[in-house]
């Protein structure tokens, strides 16, 4: 059976206007102007070993929202990981960072990373705020 232009047209027509951009939503505008307001994030900069562990620095900064929140963030989730000689403060060069200890090895990379994403994601839900 062949069809003639017109009628293809005509028999898509439906389901091309159905394929039209949709209006963004209010409820996603907002999310978007919450998240323009604020942004935090971490990251971990340095690892050394030290009394038979290792020592573990990790860099953590915000804009618009309080930074020094997060050491109290950082410390619950360390403390539940078995982090230990957790220390927090702003350094002049560096911004805020926090050192922890952490058992040597493959078991300390993972309670430290998982710490890490952990206590990014508490900071970045309990603030509303972005990440990047």
């Known amino acids: ?26 409820a996603s505008n907002a999310l ?7 942004v935090v994030n971490n990251a971990h900069i340095d ?8 020592r573990r620095r990790t860099a953590f900064s ?7 929140a997060y050491c109290n963030i950082f410390h619950t989730h360390a403390v539940g990981n078995y982090g230990s000689n957790i220390q927090c403060w702003n350094d002049a060069n560096m911004g805020w960072v ?3 200890s952490w058992m040597l090895g493959a078991g300390g990379d993972a ?22």
């Open 111 to 132: 309670q430290y990373f998982m710490t890490l994403e952990s206590s990014r994601e508490q900071w970045q839900t309990s603030t509303g705020c972005a990440t990047g």
């Open 98 to 100: 926090v050192d922890s």
């Open 62 to 68: 915000s804009h618009l929202t309080d930074t020094g």
């Open 1 to 26: 059976m062949k069809f003639n232009l017109s009628t293809l047209l005509l028999l898509s027509a439906p389901f091309l206007c159905a394929a039209a951009p949709v209006a963004e939503s209010a």
């Open 32 to 38: 978007d102007a919450r998240q323009d307001r604020c």
């Open 47 to 54: 690892t050394w070993h030290e009394s038979g562990l290792q």
